[in-house]
């Protein structure tokens, strides 16, 4: 994506620069996927992270639970969860 903002410069001239400046940045982009295709490495597969402990669960839902049901004063009922735990 392009954005600019130009004064003193007629709205046609402005967006046949855009479109210049849109075409010079596709030949910079075809470039660079043409090098990744030639000399990058694959992607590594991606492996998700252990499930979290019932535990760590259940101090999560007390706590969604503090701060949803807080009103005004929900700093203090955050503070107040975080010294007892």
Do not use: P
């Not at 010079?24 to 499930?51: C, D, L, P």
């Amino acid at each position: 994506m392009l954005e600019g903002s130009a004064e003193g410069i007629k709205y046609e001239e402005f967006i046949g620069l855009l479109h210049s400046g849109l075409r010079q940045t596709q030949v910079i982009v075809n470039h660079i996927e043409q090098m990744q295709n030639s000399y990058g490495a694959k992607k590594r597969n991606f492996a998700a992270e252990k499930q979290l402990t019932d535990d760590v669960y259940d101090a999560i839902l007390r706590f969604e639970a503090l701060f949803l049901s807080a009103n005004k004063n929900n700093f203090f009922l955050v503070a107040q969860c975080t010294m007892t735990h």
